[in-house]
């Protein structure tokens, strides 16, 4: 009897083992940015869930919970990368180039952003931030590297 209830034990934390490792486990996805531009500092987030996705608006904060992770790092010869450490999974990027250090994407009275910005994919959206379905990338191999490219309008 003791024996059965063993192995029932072992079999569930093989179970829930199985069940929660993908969630426990990360690897390196390597982000480069480019920019035309080289001052200011790049802000990067990256989202795991389409409903939080091209959510940010010029000149207002973002919600950091709607932001799977994210990093700040200098523009040094038009270039930047920055690592993230995050479990295999389908994800989106978006980023801008902070020129005037405020830590939002400033823009005109129209909401037309004044610093560089980019999607992953190299999306564009048409009036606004482009849609999941084309910014959304697998990240699937140890030390994927994706492109980031910050454009002005």
Same mark, same amino acid.
């Given at each position: 009897?003791?024996?059965?209830? $063993? ?6 934390? =093989?179970? $829930? *083992? ?11 996805? %390597? ?11 790049? =802000? ?11 959510? +940010? ?13 994210? +990093?700040? *790092? ?18 989106? %990027? ?15 009275? =129209? ?23 084309? +910014? ?11 492109? $980031? ?5």
């Amino acid at each position: 009897m003791y024996i059965i209830k $063993l192995y029932k034990f072992t079999f569930k934390i =093989l179970v $829930l *083992t199985l069940v929660f490792s993908h969630n426990v486990f990360s690897e390196t996805l %390597i982000v480069n940015i480019e920019s035309k531009h080289n001052n200011g500092l790049a =802000l990067i987030g990256i989202y795991d869930k389409e409903e939080n996705f091209g959510k +940010a608006k010029v000149n207002q904060e973002l919600k950091e919970e709607k932001v799977l992770t994210g +990093a700040v *790092t200098k523009i040094t010869n038009n270039r930047a990368q920055i690592k993230f450490n995050i479990p295999f999974g389908s994800y989106a %990027i978006s980023g801008f180039q902070d020129f005037d250090g405020n830590g939002i994407m400033s823009g005109n009275f =129209l909401g037309i952003p004044k610093e560089p910005f980019g999607f992953s994919n190299n999306a564009r959206g048409k009036f606004g931030p482009p849609k999941w379905k084309d +910014a959304v990338f697998i990240f699937n191999m140890p030390n994927q590297e994706v492109i $980031l490219k910050l454009k002005k309008l």
